[in-house]
């Protein structure tokens, strides 16, 4: 079984930073992908950043240049460094593993509100 539990939201002004953070237990292989996925009120869920174990990292459009994702293999942490937030950057920021199996499991998610 695998468990992923986000930390790190919360309030920023808009030019600011926020570091989020997922705690993964359970099986997780390090060769499989973990990422960063978010979901703005009235809007579907998009994806933000991913990292596959020791290889590349791929980030949305809207988010590069301004976010990075790095991953504790040992530790199974996946970050997300926010930098240069925007009001448009509002949204429940969900953590994300793909299994071997192709099961993907979500955390509860953590709100990040951008306002002056």
């Known amino acids: 079984q695998v468990q992923l539990v986000e930390s790190g939201g919360g309030l920023v002004q808009p030019g600011g930073s926020l570091r989020l953070s997922c705690a993964a237990s359970g099986s997780i292989f390090s060769g499989k992908s973990m990422g960063w996925y978010r979901q703005a009120p009235g809007k579907e869920r998009e994806w933000v950043a991913i990292?596959?174990?020791?290889?590349?990292?791929n980030y949305a459009d809207s988010v590069k240049g301004r976010f990075t994702i790095s991953r504790d293999i040992l530790k199974n942490i996946v970050n997300l460094q926010m930098n240069s937030l925007k009001p448009e950057d509002t949204a429940v920021y969900y953590c994300?593993?793909?299994?071997?199996?192709?099961?993907?499991?979500w955390g509860k998610g953590t709100l990040v509100t951008v306002s002056s």
């Open positions: 990292t596959t174990g020791s290889g590349p990292t």
């Open positions: 994300n593993y793909v299994g071997p199996t192709g099961v993907s499991y």
